[in-house]
C-alpha cells in the first residue's frame, strides 16, 4: 500500500432474512452502493436477525439466532442492513438480550455499535452524496422502525 492509500473499510452486510428470501435485488443494489462508496463488502454466511422471535416473546430462539450474528459479523470494521427494523434489532435489542451475561454481553454491545441501517451508513457515516435526477413523482414513507427506533428521517 502506497503512503496515502487508506485501506478499504471492511463491511460485512446483513442482508435479512427478507431480503434474501423476498427482494434479493436489494442485496445486490446495497453491496454495490457500498462498493461504490469505496467499502469492501462480504456477506457472511447468515440468517434471520432474531426479530420475529423477539417480537414474539421467544427470547431463547432470539437469543440463539443473535449469537449466530454476532460470531458472523463481529470481524468487520461496520456491519450494515438495508433494513431499520432488522438494524433496530441488532442495535438496541442484542444488547437487552445479553444484558449481564458474561460471555456475551461485550460482543453484543461491540457489534450494536458499529452497525447501521443503509441509508443512515452512507449519509452519516461516509458521508456520501448521491446526486440522482428522477423524472416523475414520487411518494415517500419513512420506515416505521427506523423512525422510531433509530430516529432515521433526514438521512
Partial sequence: MNAGERKPILVGLFATCLVDLIRPRVGFASAKLLEDAG???????????GQPAFNAGDRKTARELAAQAIEAFERYDYVVLPSGSCAGQVILHYPELFE??????????????????????????LKVRLKTRFDGAVTYHDSCSGLRELGIQKQ
Avoid at 39 to 49: D, G, W
Avoid at 100 to 125: H, I
Fill in 39 to 49: 467499502c469492501k463488502v462480504e456477506v457472511p454466511q447468515q440468517t434471520c436477525c
Fill in 100 to 125: 449481564g451475561d458474561a460471555a456475551w454481553d461485550a460482543r453484543a454491545k461491540r457489534l450494536a455499535a458499529k452497525t447501521f441501517e443503509l441509508t443512515v451508513f452512507l449519509n452519516d457515516v
